[in-house]
């Protein structure tokens, strides 16, 4: 199991508007064995999912520790996981986070919470976060060495870091003081 690549495709389920099974489909890339299996019913379920695990995030944010842990485990006892033992290739035994008869939206939730908590036991509670440019509301989970991620995104950053300088150029040519000409 990649317990990051988990957490990281939690990150990625909060991120993803589930308007329909397409866009279900769509946010499954590269896991085409699981298409033919979604359903609306899996959509129902990893709608709620989404509501549940975004305040995880939101803690996170806010260095609210308890709130992460909390947060996390009540959703491990709403959503058990159930692993098993896969033998599809006998020469690289591997766990699988659900039961081969779990369904899309079970696989999905299952993942998520073991990468989370996983991710939260090796790397502290404080690594999930919510991007820091404004209006965007998607999250992300920060595996950087010394923990500075504030965006979800390159784009993002890129747009902050390009608004921030636009403002700074204006405030000069205004002969208002900036924070770096004020430092200086």
Known sequence: MDFVRYAERSAGLLNTELADVEALVGHLEGRD????QC?????????????????VF?????DDHHGVIEGLNALMVRHPI???ISDHDPGDLHLHVATKAASVSELLIGEAL?????LVCDLGPTRLGVCSS???THVFVDTSPNQSRRYCSDRCSSRA????????????????PTSRSASA
Do not use: I, M
């Open 134 to 136: 404004a209006p965007c």
């Open 161 to 176: 870091n390009v608004a921030a300088y636009r403002a700074r150029q204006k405030a000069e040519s205004s002969g208002e």
């Open 82 to 84: 159930t692993p098993r």
């Open 39 to 55: 359903s609306e019913r899996d959509l129902v379920a990893l709608r709620r999912f989404q509501r549940e695990l975004r305040p």
């Open 33 to 36: 064995w699981l298409h033919g």
């Open 58 to 62: 939101e803690a996170s944010a806010a």
């Open 114 to 118: 073991l990468g989370l908590a996983t």
